[in-house]
């Protein structure tokens, strides 16, 4: 599994990178948040669910590490 951002829907409101405290997501040029971490252990996915939760637009997603979308 890996955790991506949907970069359309994320307004930069940074829940997703304080809640993983920078470990995962963390900010791009654009202000945007952006996964950081390729290779998650289920404390990870964890934290990642947590984030999806307080997301407010959504842009969290866990994907297999085959999946693109």
Do not use: H, R, W
């Not at 409101?13 to 997501?25: E, N, P, R």
């Amino acid at each position: 599994m890996k955790a991506k951002i949907i970069e359309e829907k994320c307004i930069g409101c940074g829940s997703c990178v304080s809640l993983t405290d920078q470990k995962i997501f963390d900010f791009n040029d654009d202000g945007k948040a952006q996964a950081i971490t390729t290779t998650l252990s289920e404390e990870d996915i964890n934290l990642i669910k947590n984030a999806m939760d307080y997301c407010p637009t959504d842009a969290i997603e866990l994907v297999e590490n085959d999946e693109e979308k």
